[in-house]
């Protein structure tokens, strides 16, 4: 994220106006040329056309066939939505600011009953408004709603509509085919030069499911080794220790892989320091997933064909009996949920979750502060166009969006005996972390330790020598950071690193 001061913010909105004026004033100048009139030299009279094809050819066809397209449902019975109605408002620790947040900031004096009836239908029938045959529920769920609050609903149906997360329409803002060629394109060059010079191998889909990801990437032509997934391509180290555990990397929104490739050379620099017995190296994957990275290509898969898919691409290089690392950051740490309530207890070591946003999705604030909020500082407006309006990644928080099925539970985080590390960002533009952190440390079942990321290296109860490593949760916090940003800096790392190197080498 970049900092928010006022001269960011200006050259934030300057370059989200610039992006934004191409395709417009492409479509201004093809009209006027068409009329026999030329105002620019050659080069730009091309691109002026080139990017007005851009526009009406794939832009506009793609926003309107995402926009159509149908959200997922799944069908529980009476008692399992019970369950889970129960299951949600239990981890809520305050339901005033659940459905102010889930209504979009409206207070909650504004609110009738239907309203809360209609966000209920949504949460639990996968329905934008309840039929009459799941009324008699829904009653229920709003008479139970309201004793917890401690307040009645006013009869009727006012004009505050719920955030309908999956079936709301989407919010996506076209982006020139210069920025994707250009500003992805050599993006994504750097970052497989940089991880090639890091000693992993690039694992590229087959060709004809290659040329399906917008803007191309030619470079991958040269990688050796195809991916036995259909759908997901990956960097891969090869696993030779004995002693130590592999690691699986999940990313979060943005531009791929790029934010993390220092932190995954730093970690295999460490991890060639820190063996000094000749017992091989870490293996590493890395997953790449096309639709949040800013890239024009197919959707994001569901739950059951990406664990599919991990699987498959996990079975592949023999990795079925290797108990896990799992380093997940920010969208990643939904797939991490994924596969801590999928996988048996011994296929799944410790877990490293990022700005997890799976903790607290089924508060709201993830989906508000993502797609609902008015932007106003230069990160928030950085958010915004480079990553909620992205084509790929609108869709795939929203009509691939299930919040039941992304939830990492309370109790999931008990039954899992590997150890665990949350870490924070104290600025956090996404996620609450400030609430995360309260809800994680006052369950004493959990028993997570608090460790200030200043304070790691330091010895004593305040530092985090002695607490992450072994099989219990650690809460590490970044009170100065936004989301991501404790990959821009070595310093920042390092503790990450650190802890990656320890879950690594724990010994079951």
Not at 89 to 104: A, E
Not at 146 to 152: A, D, F, S, T, V
Not at 219 to 248: A, C, E, G
Request: charged share 25%.
């Amino acid at each position: 994220m970049i900092p928010n001061t006022f001269p960011h913010y200006v050259f934030i909105r300057v370059c989200i106006w610039g992006l934004r004026a191409v395709a417009p004033a492409s479509l201004v100048y093809c009209a006027v040329r068409l009329i026999g009139y030329s105002l620019v030299p050659p080069p730009l009279e091309i691109l002026a056309f080139v990017e007005a094809a851009f526009y009406l050819c794939a832009g506009l066809p793609r926003q309107y066939v995402l926009d159509k397209s149908k959200p997922r449902s799944l069908q529980r019975t009476r008692q399992e939505r019970r369950e889970l109605f129960d299951r949600c408002f239990r981890n809520v620790p305050d339901l005033d600011t659940f459905l102010v947040t889930w209504f979009k900031d409206r207070p909650l004096d504004d609110l009738r009953a239907e309203n809360v009836k209609d966000f209920l239908a949504w949460g639990f029938f996968y329905k934008t408004r309840g039929s009459p045959e799941d009324d008699d529920e829904l009653d229920e769920y709003l008479h139970e709603t309201e004793r917890i609050l401690g307040r009645k609903f006013p009869p009727g149906r006012g004009p505050h509509h719920p955030a309908q997360v999956s079936t709301d329409p989407l919010h996506m803002q076209h982006k020139p085919f210069f920025f994707y060629v250009f500003a992805v394109g050599s993006d994504d060059l750097m970052t497989y030069a940089a991880l090639r010079w890091y000693g992993l191998d690039h694992c590229r889909l087959l060709l004809s499911r290659s040329l399906s990801v917008f803007p191309f990437r030619p470079h991958t032509i040269l990688s050796r080794h195809t991916s036995p997934s259909s759908h997901l391509s990956y960097w891969y180290r090869p696993h030779t220790s004995t002693k130590r555990r592999p690691v699986l990397f999940l990313h979060g929104v943005g531009a791929g892989l790029r934010t993390y490739a220092s932190f995954l050379g730093e970690f295999i620099r460490q991890d060639g320091a820190t063996n000094r017995d000749d017992d091989g190296q870490t293996g590493i994957i890395a997953i790449e997933i096309m639709p949040i990275s800013m890239r024009m290509t197919g959707g994001c898969l569901p739950r059951s064909e990406m664990l599919t898919e991990l699987l498959r691409i996990l079975h592949h290089h023999d990795w079925d009996d290797l108990k896990l690392a799992v380093v997940a950051h920010s969208y990643g740490t939904i797939l991490a949920t994924h596969l801590l309530q999928a996988l048996e207890p011994e296929r799944l070591g410790p877990m490293l979750l990022i700005d997890p946003v799976t903790i607290s999705i089924h508060w709201g604030e993830v989906p508000y502060n993502f797609l609902y909020r008015k932007p106003r500082s230069a990160s928030e407006w950085q958010l915004q166009y480079f990553a909620s309006a992205d084509m790929g990644v609108a869709h795939a928080i929203t009509r691939r969006f299930d919040w039941s099925e992304n939830v990492l539970w309370k109790d999931d985080m008990k039954r899992h005996q590997q150890g665990m590390t949350v870490v924070l960002s104290g600025r956090d533009i996404i996620i609450e972390p400030h609430a995360v952190k309260q809800y994680l440390l006052e369950d004493k079942e959990l028993n997570f330790r608090f460790v200030d990321s200043r304070n790691y290296y330091r010895g004593g109860e305040d530092g985090g020598e002695d607490v992450f490593g072994g099989r219990g949760m650690g809460l590490l916090w970044y009170d100065h950071a936004n989301h991501a940003e404790m990959f821009d800096t070595a310093r920042d790392m390092k503790p990450l690193v650190d802890i990656l190197i320890k879950y690594c080498s724990m010994v079951d």
